[in-house]
């Protein structure tokens, strides 16, 4: 059986959740839904990042001790994402006992293979960033490259990574797996940096309590980033369940913000060679979700909360429109505007469209029940097309793809629908064979889009009165042309997406 996993960054704790981080936890759960619709064993991870300067800082100016801070903004993650129908497997929080074995046993190891050793190390850092930078990289001299603010010089005796020393294996891990790191622009900004020749870094801190302790140096903590990337060996049972944790690893598929991307496929592989592990299989990147066409930040006082938009567009139409208008790889701007419009288009009217009138005249014509699809119906090579067409793009990572293709279905439904106009017909054979063909799009949509709209899409199959849920369908087999088996009652229910009033009408 093939294996999926599937994770998100883990959130810092300092920050409440947003629609950026909201985004890729929606990806990540509707790659996972679909791995789950394909039979696939799917592990998919996500959870909190709570240690390191920022928590601590901020917990301070709360009034919280650091795991205070953690707890209350962790349950907000949590409870984000049960608001949003995210269906994670696990949810790690980095201050749980099991990431601190399996942080210090990963990097215990790397430390007996010799990769990391005590030296001492003056530069700017960025706290926000809670990274070092070189002097070439900052913006105006002293300013951080992603947050525009001022770096502090920090000097520090402390622990070394050797990232030096894997330049070579890391571009011949790159070489011999190009899709290892996705898109391709990114893939060469990572080659891009490995090549301009990699510094060691420092990866441990005495100025600090608020981490993981160091097992063989007494008073050192692991610096956040270097326990917080090790999350990911944690939760499948790194340190702990051996067998368990080469059952996942390395075919694991991270899903990260491109702001993160040289933890994720520079020094985070290189901390796997250096324990004896392989690097991670896929890391997909994607770009930033901009507000006016800037980051969000709580500086900026631009950040959306998925609170803000979930009474009106509820969850299903927030799914949507992140997984659809948001295309994985670039940046993307956010408009309420843009938001509405295409609810109002590909759900209210397309999806809605084609699932009211089918039942409408059901209704009228066919009594309640709905007949069976025709074998040779013009709609079958389209449906055909469109389930192949989707798998590929969600098998590549590309939701907008896979929904645009889903909706290539109902658009051809409901063009055949205005071509044959069942609803002007006398009831007979013709009309019937129109919307049992009508039905059988309207199944297979069901199952296509249940990892973007889960809801909706349980809904429309119990208003077709199939028995059990889109979840219970194996794909692609299931989905061949004419499994509506007709005879079902079928219930028209109020509209499944009903229309938004667009702004400033
Ligand atoms: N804690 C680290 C990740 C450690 S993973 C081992 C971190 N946390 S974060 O909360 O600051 O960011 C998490 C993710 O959210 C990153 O992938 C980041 O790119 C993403 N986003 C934060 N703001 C974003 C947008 N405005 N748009 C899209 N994603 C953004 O970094």
Sequence with gaps: MARFYVTTPIYYVNDAPHIGHA????????????????????????????????????????????????????????????????????????????????????????HDNGFIELDSYEG?????????????????????????????????????????RFQD???????VNPG??????KRNEVLGFIRQGLEDVSMTRTSLSWGVPVPWAPGHVFYVWYDALINYATAIGYGTDDERFHRWWPAVHHLI??????????????????????????????????????????????????????????????????????????????SYEGMVARYNADLANNFGNLAARVATVVARACGG???????DSVLAPVAAAVVADAGAAWGHVAPSEALDETWRLIREANAYLEANEPWKAAPGPAVDAVLGDALEVLRIVAVLA?????????????????????????????????????????????PLFPRLATPGS
């Design 369 to 375: 029940i709905g007949p069976a699809p025709s074998p």
């Design 169 to 175: 294996r890391l571009l011949d891990w790159i070489a």
């Design 180 to 185: 290892a790191i996705t898109p391709e622009a």
């Design 23 to 110: 985004y890729t936890t929606v990806t990540a759960d509707a790659l996972a839904r679909w791995h789950r619709l394909l039979g696939d064993e799917t592990w998919f991870l996500t959870g909190t990042d709570e240690h390191g300067l920022k928590v601590a800082q901020s917990a301070e100016a709360a009034g919280r001790t650091p795991e205070e801070q953690a707890a209350v903004n962790s349950a907000r993650f949590r409870e984000t994402w049960a608001a949003l129908d995210i269906d994670y497997d696990d949810f790690i929080r980095t201050t749980e006992p099991r990431h601190y074995a399996a942080t210090q046993a990963l990097l215990q190891k790397a």
């Design 257 to 334: 913000g491109k702001d993160i991307l040289r933890f994720h496929c520079v020094y985070w592989p290189a901390m796997l060679m250096a324990a004896g592990e392989d690097p991670p299989a896929h890391v997909h990147v994607h770009g930033f979700l901009l507000v006016g066409g800037e980051k969000m930040s709580k500086t900026r006082l631009n950040q959306i909360a998925p609170a803000d938009l979930l009474p009106e567009f509820g969850v299903d139409g927030f799914r949507y429109h992140f997984l659809r208008d948001q295309q994985f790889g670039p940046d993307g701007d956010f």
């Design 450 to 494: 249940s990892p973007a709209i889960p809801r909706a899409a349980a809904a429309l199959w119990a208003r077709l009165g199939l028995p059990g849920s889109p979840t219970d369908v194996h794909v692609p087999d299931g989905l061949a042309w004419g499994g509506y088996p007709g005879g079902l009652p079928v219930e028209k229910g109020d």
């Design 124 to 164: 700017p850092y960025c706290v926000a960033c809670e990274a070092y930078y070189a002097e070439a990289e900052l913006v105006d001299g002293n300013l951080c490259p992603i947050h525009l603010r001022p770096v502090e010089l920090f000097k520090e005796e402390n622990y070394f990574f050797r990232l030096s």
